[in-house]
Structure formats: structure tokens, C-alpha cells
């Protein structure tokens, strides 16, 4: 595997050096081949709205030195566009008479009206021009520009001549990432022979019989489009490569990942072998990066190889234009250095960019929307308003804090019925790109906002020095915000082509996306702590009743449901019935669940049980606590207490309460020769463990497990049950590990992650539905730390037949009751979903027993150690109707439905 991925970067590495070289090669030729006669031309540029340093722009156009004639026109949309009167006072002021200025007044509807206002100026231009230059407004020339691009063409084999723009970075990291992006691909455009519409050459008449102005009529682009027709009939694109223009203009992070989404999508339509080299590059550069941990040479090797291009290609173009470099004010080896240090960052950039590229189906510019069906199939509109950025900014902060905070213990929770309302707001007219950091920022403040006190968990369970906490906060909340990004990006991408779909209802499509991408991706997204939108409902036990027939998920959408109907009543879509509709939906659930609990009745016990909260400090090696000799003693000291209260039919220790590790056999599925400490099980027991009680405790097992004729080692964090006479009465493997904690996710390729946490025991996961058996027949589900949290563990134990849930935990690495809280919530929930009671054993609390509605029957409080006996009920409701699965699947299928009408709608045409 080694082998292969250095090869790979090998590989990547040499095609990016040798684009490099032909490049500088390409620099060092000189800057104005000999012609023995220029041609007559006409420069032609297309302006729109106000322009930074337009004026200086201009002078270095019309001050050429060509020989030849020479005309210089213009064109701007309207006489009311800002370009017009900027220009008519910069041309009357220079006093040029080759200079003139038209206006097109071009409606667009089926191209981009730059492409339109080019063919308009074109129609215009004075006969005796042989060639024309098509030149951005923004770009500052040298004085031997139009001649280095006219020149080329006097070899018949050239089609076309490009400069693209070479841009001067200012100050700020978007400039660095625009001055590097500009650096890597210039060398990749000029090999494969692709031109630049910042300032381009082609003969008219080859214009004229190439057809290009029928496509120009009908597409976004020129560039690519006119470079694609010269190659198709075998002519050359040559590189003005001497003579680039310099592009001088500030450059902000949201007009960089504009520029970014429009230069992809127009290579994907227009340039489709570059948009798959650059994907299947940044495919390999993926795969090496993601096995850093297997080779770390390979990564250093792809790393390296970009850092050296841009310094290769940086040195070369500061070489070629120096001179006019520092005439902008760049000084010596600026551009270098800027390129060569944004490099490593644009793996990043190149691999989001390729991946929105890919489901972009339209493109705001320049104040119009291009709703885009295929490269010559384009609709055009105004640009659909959006929120500003301040607007934006309160909608993902204030909406993330109202989501974060209904999952505070016996808080807000009705906050949840219209928090994500802010972010369907925000989401308005948005881009996929934008749309996706949108649902990023909102979902990261609403973890930040809703797990405030896990900062100082995480330096207990990674063993950070305090105060540091925050930095694992953020990547943790960061990632977990990363599923809001994937709402926020189906609504974004399916909304607009619904909509039109649906005759221009695109708030009502964005509401329809909405519920099953929330509950989709509520369901399937790999988070840390499972945390679910109907958590946030427990505090109202009549919200969650549902979750008995249905599922925690049914919870889910009907939580986003409400948001989705009052997101409709807060764009003014018929707002009378989508407040009716949310009313009527709010009420119909709470009274089902409140009529669900009023019918709840008392029952008789079907167990005693004690449980035992130790509250033992925490440890110095994860998942133990901090083990003294006394510890052993006030456990058996608590359960004693327990037993003189009268016969008990269960007593149960927290996770990580006693000391002595297990050993087994796994013979026939069964474990087999059990020992603890080295000792048969029988006789530890009797020494460490109460006499005459049957006991549930929690410690790590290592087992022997046989892999054909032989035996491998096998760590499981483990539940066992000792029966009253001391002998073993079975155990259960714990089946969802903690990331980084009890396993580490990929070793052989996140393997190097484990010097930041170095606790990072190698569990094993267990089978999962392994029940405890009771001698008077109850059958208990053992739940172990965390895994009350996850819905499909539990239900798992519902289905093979379980009477109680148990949870043995251990909140140690809680730092306040407010997390705990929240993690008797979430656990309560359980209950609920499978219509089980549920006892919890937590170390550090809170213990407590849950009856199946939810409802908190008994507790000890945070922090405190003593013995919680309890009468569990005998209740075991048989509510569900479907399992837990069933409506993320109907989300699934109707997400894809609503997919697929996108799609429809999308391909219709349109009159």
C-alpha cells in the first residue's frame, strides 16, 4: 500500500513539474515574434458597473506601440450602468479619436450578457480590421501587448491568441489563494491549449466561419468556447506568454469563491477534459492525504510538489515581468512567495470547487441568474434577492442559539418549533457553495450553543492541560455543524429547479427539501454524540410520545415539519394556512401524547433493584477511574446497605467501578474458563463482590477468540452478571465504541493521531442484542456508557425480547450537572421509543429509573454517592407500529422523488 501511494505521488508530482517546465519554456520565448507586417485591428471590451482603477486601465490599453491601424471600442449595457459615465469622462479626457463608446441596451435571456454586448460591439467594428482582440476592463497591459497578441497570427496554423491576467495579490489570505490558484493553472492552461477571455485574439474572418457568434448567442462563456472551435479545426492557441496583463484589484473571500464557483462551472461545461484531470488530480491528491498515516512520505511528496510548482512558475512570471510588477507595486519575489504559501491550501479549495461544480445548475453575475441546462441551453433572470451579509450573520447566529439552546435540560425546547426558520431565511437565492458554509456556520454555533460545558469534558477524557479544551471543542462542534451543511446544501441545490418545477414556488420547495434532508441526515450522519432533533422534546414528554409508534425520527420531522410551515408563513406563502397548518400540526401531537400519558397507569413492580452511584474521581487512564483500596469497600459497603432494606432482586455498579480486568475463552459463541485478576471467576467474586445478590457490573474483558485453528486476542468493554451464589451468570460486549477513546477510527491511516491522545484504548466492538437473563425470568438489555443514546441499540433489544433496559455509565469526564442532565434527558428517550422502563447506574450521577413513557420516577442528584432502590415496572408497552428505521426511510424516498422532479423540471423546456 506504501508502495503504490508514493508511486502515485511520484506520478502527480511529475505531471505537474513537467507542465511547469514547458511553461517556463514557453516565458522564455520572446515576447513579440517577428511578423513582417501587423494587421489592422480592433480591441474590444465589454464594461459594466464601477471598476477599481478603470481609468488607469484604460491609458494602458490605448497607449499600444502597433504600427498598424488600430480602433478601440467599447461597450456598455446602458446609459444608466455606471461603466457609461465613468468612461465617457475617461475618453473624453484622454482625447483619443481611435476610442469609441456603445451601448448596447442587450435584454439577455438565452446568453451572458457580456457574450451579448461583445456580438453587439462586433457588428460595429470599422471593416478593415483583419483581427479582434476581446479584452477585460480590468486588466493594466504593457505597451507591447496588442503586438505580442496580433503577431502569432500571422502563422496560419495559430487559431487564436491568449494573455490571461496575472493577478498582483493584495494584502489578505483570499488574494494569496487567488494569486496561487491563477500561478497553478496558468501552466495547465496554456499546455492543453485553452485561452482566457481577459484579453484574447482571433482573426474575423475565422470567427465569422467557425460560427462562433451562434454559440456566443447561446452560452455564459467565450473563452473556452472560442479556444474549444480553434482546436476542433486543428488550429494552435498560442500564449502571449511575455506579454500578460496584470489584474489589480482587492479581493474579498466572497467575491473569491464566486470567482472560484464560475471558473469551475465554466470549465465542467466548457472545458470538460480540464474539469476531469483537475477532479482525477485532486481524486489521487485526496486518496494520499487521506493515508497520511500509512505513508507519511507520499503526503510530503504531493505537498512538496505543489509548493515547488508555484515556486517554479512564480520565479518565471516575476522573471518575464518584472519590470511592470514593480511598476504595480509588487515587489521582488512577493508573488513567489504569496503563491508558493497559499499552495498547500488549494487541494482544499480545488476539491469543494469540483464538488459544487458538479451539481451547479445556475450562476449569479452581475446581477442576473443563469439557470444553466447544458453548455448552449441557458435561461436567464434577475438575480433573486438574498439576505445581506449582516441579515445572514443574524440569521446563523440567532437561529443557531435558539437551536442550541432548546436542548438545554427543562429549557426552551419549544424554541426548536421555529429555530431553523433563520436558516431557511438565509438560504434564500443562494449558491451550493455559499448555501453549504451557511448550514455550516449555523449548525456549528448551534452545537457550541447547546453543549457549552464540553470543553472541559474533552480535557478530561483526552488529557489536555486545562484551558485548552476549546481547540477539540470547535473541531468537534465544527464537525458536527457539517450536517446542517448537507441540509443546507439539498435545499440549495433542489429548491431552485423544484420550484420552477412546481410554476415558481421555490420558498414551498425549499420547505418541502427541508423535512427530509433534516431527517435524513438526522438519521444517517456519523456524529460523535448522537444527539437527535427530537432530544430536544424530551423536557415535553407529550411531544415525544410519538416516538413510541413511530420512532425518535417521527419526532424529528415533525419538529422540522412546524419549521417548515412557519418558514412558508414568514415569506408571506400563504400565510394564513401555513399558520393554521403549524397550529394544527403542534396541537394534534401534544394532545395525542397528552392523552397517551393521562391513560398511562400504574403497575406492579417487576423488580427491586439498587443502584449504586459511587461518584469516584477520575482517572489517569481512560475509561477507568481512579482506583484506591477503599473503593472496592464502599461499593460492597453501598450494596450491604442496599441488601439490609430488603431482598433485592438486582444491584448494579456504574461503568468503570471495579478494578479487576476478565479473562475468557470464546468457545461456541459463549464465553468459557472466566477469570478476573488471574483468579476463577467464582473466587474473585466471593472476595471482591456482595454475597447472596445477584450483581450487574461493568470492567474490560480480554478474550481469546478462535480464527480458525487458531486464537486471536480480542478487547471488549464489557457488562457482566454475577448470580447470587458467585458464579457467572453471562455478559454483554459493548457495540458502539467512543472514537478515539476506545478505538481509533482508520488506524492505518489516522494512526498518527494517536500522540494527541494516547488513552486511545483498541476495543473490540461487541455482536450487539446479548441479553442478561434473571432468576425470576426478567431479561435484561444492558446499555453501556454512551449507547443509550443510540435509538437502533435499544430497539435491537425490544425485538429480542427484553423486559428492562439498564444503563451502566460513567459521566466522570462531565465537569458540571448540566451535561449530565442532558444525558439523563436523551437517555430517557429510549424508553419512550421502545416502551421499556430504563434504570441507570452512573458513577458520578445521575442515577435514576425511567418508566416507559419517560417519565423520571426516581434520581439521585449529581455528585452524590449513596443507593438508589427502586421498584421497576412491570409495564412493557407494545405501541410501535413500524421500527425506528421506517421514516428515515421515507425521508430517503422522498428526498429521491423530489430529486428526480427537480431533475424533470429542470430538462423541461421552457417557452
Not at 448567442?217 to 474549444?228: C, P, V, Y
Not at 426548536?416 to 438565509?426: K, R, T
Request: proline share 7%; net charge positive; hydrophobic share 50%.
Amino acid at each position: 500500500m506504501e508502495a503504490q501511494l508514493i508511486g502515485a505521488a511520484l506520478v502527480l508530482g511529475f505531471a505537474q513539474l513537467a507542465a511547469v517546465l514547458a511553461f517556463r519554456r514557453r516565458l522564455a520565448r520572446p515576447s513579440v515574434p517577428p511578423a513582417p507586417s501587423l494587421p489592422p485591428l480592433s480591441v474590444l471590451t465589454a464594461c459594466k458597473g464601477p471598476q477599481d482603477g478603470l481609468e488607469e486601465n484604460v491609458r494602458t490599453v490605448l497607449a499600444q506601440d502597433y504600427p498598424a491601424a488600430v480602433e478601440f471600442v467599447f461597450v456598455v449595457p446602458s446609459r444608466d450602468d455606471p461603466a457609461f459615465g465613468e468612461l465617457t469622462r475617461i475618453l473624453a479626457a484622454l482625447g483619443d479619436a481611435r476610442a469609441k463608446l456603445l451601448v448596447s441596451d442587450a435584454d439577455p435571456r438565452e446568453a451572458s450578457e457580456q457574450n451579448l454586448n461583445l456580438l453587439f460591439g462586433l457588428e460595429r467594428l470599422a471593416p478593415e480590421s483583419s483581427v479582434v482582440v476581446f479584452a477585460d476592463a480590468d486588466i493594466r497591459v504593457g505597451p507591447r501587448w496588442l503586438a505580442a497578441l496580433a503577431g502569432p497570427l500571422e502563422d496560419p496554423k495559430v487559431g487564436c491568441v491568449t494573455a490571461p491576467a496575472l493577478y498582483v495579490p493584495a494584502a489578505g489570505l483570499p488574494a494569496a489563494l487567488r494569486c496561487s490558484w491563477i500561478v497553478h493553472g496558468l501552466p495547465y492552461m496554456a499546455s492543453l491549449g485553452y485561452a482566457s477571455g481577459q484579453s484574447l485574439a482571433v482573426r474575423r474572418a475565422d470567427f465569422k466561419a467557425w460560427g462562433a457568434a451562434a454559440l456566443y448567442a447561446r452560452s455564459i462563456n467565450m473563452d473556452l468556447t472560442l479556444s474549444g472551435l480553434a482546436r476542433k479545426r486543428g488550429f494552435a492557441v498560442e500564449l502571449a506568454a511575455g506579454e500578460l496583463p496584470l489584474w489589480l484589484e482587492p479581493c474579498s473571500t466572497a467575491q473569491l469563491l464566486r470567482g472560484f464557483n464560475k471558473w469551475m462551472l465554466h470549465f465542467k461545461l466548457y472545458a470538460p477534459l480540464v474539469w476531469l484531470l483537475g477532479a482525477l488530480s485532486t481524486a489521487a491528491k485526496a486518496a494520499v492525504y487521506l493515508n497520511a498515516g500509512v505513508s507519511p512520505l507520499a503526503a510530503a511528496v504531493v505537498a512538496g510538489s505543489d509548493v515547488l510548482c508555484a515556486v517554479l512558475s512564480g520565479r518565471a512570471l516575476e522573471g518575464a515581468l518584472g519590470a511592470r510588477l514593480a511598476e504595480a507595486g509588487c515587489s521582488p519575489g512577493r508573488l513567489t512567495l504569496r503563491a508558493a504559501a497559499a499552495a498547500p491550501f488549494m487541494f482544499a479549495f480545488h476539491a469543494v470547487n469540483l464538488a459544487v461544480s458538479f451539481w451547479m445548475s445556475r450562476l449569479d453575475w452581475g446581477g442576473r441568474r443563469y439557470r444553466i441546462r447544458g453548455p448552449y441551453a441557458v435561461s436567464v433572470g434577475a438575480s433573486e434577492a438574498t439576505a445581506s451579509p449582516a441579515v445572514t450573520a443574524v440569521c446563523v447566529i440567532l437561529g443557531g442559539l435558539a437551536y442550541g439552546g432548546s436542548f438545554w435540560p427543562g429549557g426552551p425546547w419549544w424554541l426548536h418549533w421555529a429555530a431553523h426558520v433563520p436558516l431557511l431565511w438565509a438560504l434564500r437565492g443562494r449558491d451550493p457553495w455559499p448555501g453549504f458554509l451557511i448550514g455550516w456556520g449555523y449548525g456549528t454555533v448551534a452545537w457550541l450553543m447547546g453543549a457549552p460545558g464540553l470543553a472541559g469534558s474533552l480535557e478530561r477524557f483526552i488529557g489536555l492541560p486545562s484551558g485548552t479544551g476549546w481547540a477539540p471543542l470547535l473541531l468537534l462542534d465544527a464537525w458536527h455543524g457539517l450536517m446542517w451543511a448537507g441540509v443546507a446544501a439539498a435545499v440549495v441545490l433542489l429548491a431552485p429547479p423544484l420550484g420552477r418545477a412546481w410554476g415558481g414556488r421555490e420558498d414551498a420547495a425549499a420547505a418541502a427539501v427541508f423535512v427530509p434532508a433534516a431527517v435524513l441526515l438526522d438519521a444517517v450522519f456519523p456524529r460523535f454524540i448522537p444527539v437527535l432533533l427530537a432530544d430536544s422534546q424530551v423536557a415535553c414528554l407529550s411531544a415525544v410520545q410519538l416516538a413510541a409508534y413511530l420512532g425518535p425520527w417521527a419526532v424529528s420531522a415533525w419538529v422540522a415539519a412546524l419549521n417548515a410551515l412557519l418558514f412558508l408563513a414568514a415569506a408571506g406563502h400563504r400565510r394564513k394556512a401555513a399558520l393554521a397548518a403549524a397550529a394544527c400540526l403542534a396541537a394534534a401531537n401534544l394532545g395525542f401524547g397528552a392523552l397517551a400519558l393521562r391513560g398511562a397507569e400504574p403497575s406492579p413492580a417487576l423488580l427491586r433493584v439498587a443502584l449504586i452511584q459511587t461518584n469516584f474521581p477520575h482517572g489517569l487512564s481512560f475509561p477507568r477511574v481512579d482506583f484506591h483500596p477503599q473503593n472496592l469497600a464502599l461499593l460492597n459497603s453501598l450494596s450491604d446497605s442496599a441488601a439490609a432494606q430488603g431482598p433485592l432482586d438486582l444491584v448494579v455498579w456504574p461503568e468503570s467501578a471495579y478494578e479487576r480486568f476478565m479473562g475468557y475463552r470464546e468457545l461456541e459463541g459463549r464465553p468459557q474458563e472466566v477469570s478476573l485478576g488471574g483468579l476463577p471467576f467464582a473466587e474473585a467474586s466471593r472476595a471482591d463482590m456482595p454475597a447472596g445478590a445477584t450483581l450487574l457490573a461493568n470492567t474490560v474483558a480480554e478474550a481469546l477468540v478462535p480464527r480458525g485453528s487458531r486464537w486471536r486476542k480480542a478487547v471488549y468493554n464489557v457488562a457482566f452478571l454475577k448470580a447470587a451464589d458467585g458464579t457467572f451468570a453471562g455478559l454483554v460486549r459493548k457495540r458502539q465504541l467512543i472514537p478515539f477513546g476506545e478505538f481509533m477510527p482508520m488506524p492505518r491511516r489516522l494512526g498518527f493521531l494517536r500522540r494527541f491522545s494516547p488513552r486511545t484504548y483498541v476495543f473490540s466492538p461487541g455482536p450487539g442484542g446479548e441479553l442478561l437473563s434473571l432468576p425470576g425470568g426478567a431479561r435484561l438489555g444492558a446499555l453501556i456508557c454512551y449507547e443509550d443514546l443510540f435509538p437502533s441499540l435499544a430497539w435491537a433489544y425490544r425485538r429480542a425480547g427484553a423486559d428492562v433496559l439498564v444503563n451502566l455509565t460513567n459521566d466522570v469526564w462531565f465537569t458540571d450537572g448540566f451535561t449530565r442532565e442532558q444525558h439523563l434527558a436523551y437517555s430517557a428517550l429510549r424508553a419512550v421509543e421502545t416502551g421499556l422502563p430504563m434504570v441507570r447506574a452512573v458513577n458520578t450521577g445521575i442515577s435514576a429509573v425511567v418508566d416507559p413513557y419517560g417519565r423520571v420516577v426516581s434520581r439521585l442528584e449529581p455528585d452524590a454517592v449513596g443507593i438508589l432502590l427502586a421498584e421497576v415496572p412491570a409495564l412493557k408497552l407494545r405501541r410501535a407500529l413500524a421500527p425506528p428505521w421506517a421514516v428515515p426511510v421515507l425521508a430517503a424516498a422522498a428526498l429521491l422523488l423530489l430529486g428526480l422532479r427537480a431533475r424533470a423540471g429542470d430538462r423541461a423546456p421552457r417557452t
